[in-house]
């Protein structure tokens, strides 16, 4: 799924997205807590992301699985890590875990609620709030080693 959905992102196929989530979709970070009850509400979500990742010329966003268990039959709790790549593979920002619930439906798994810790750089936070970003200040990067 995280793959399936990356490549969604980066394509820009909302379709080939929208159909690993589920409504109501939950998204937190730091900064907010945002209850996503129509496609509409997630397509705000996925064109803020897109946005995100043009303004900072986003090359990748690599995505580890750490865990994934069985909480019961219909319901799955996931972690990842996600690490935002610049071209040259530059590190935008520090890596962050994602922890994420996917629930059994008529349409197989979706992704129900995702918990980004994401303290860098507070753009990305934005995003998934769905606001679009801005040209970035000054924008956090270091090289990956």
Same mark, same amino acid.
């Given at each position: 799924?995280l ?49 995100f990742?043009?303004?900072? +010329? =986003? ?5 580890? &699985?750490? @865990? ?6 219909? $319901? ?36 129900q609620?995702?918990?980004? +810790? =994401? ?5 990305? &936070?934005? @995003? ?5 970003t801005? $040209? ?10």
């Amino acid at each position: 799924m995280l793959t399936r959905t990356g490549d969604a992102m980066a394509s820009g196929d909302f379709d080939a997205f929208i159909k690993h989530f589920t409504t109501p979709l939950i998204i937190e970070t730091f900064e907010s807590k945002r209850i996503l009850q129509t496609r509409r509400d997630i397509e705000r979500v996925f064109d803020a992301m897109r946005a995100f990742r043009s303004v900072h +010329a =986003v090359k990748a966003i690599v995505r580890e &699985n750490v @865990a994934a268990d069985y909480i019961d039959a219909d $319901t799955i709790a996931a972690t990842h890590v996600a690490r935002v790549l610049q071209s040259g593979d530059v590190l935008l920002g520090r890596p962050y875990p994602v922890y994420s619930l996917l629930k059994l439906s008529k349409n197989g798994w979706q992704i129900q609620f995702c918990q980004y +810790a =994401v303290d860098e750089p507070s753009q990305l &936070n934005d @995003a998934l709030a769905g606001r679009k970003t801005k $040209t970035p200040r000054n924008p956090a990067a270091s090289s990956i080693t």
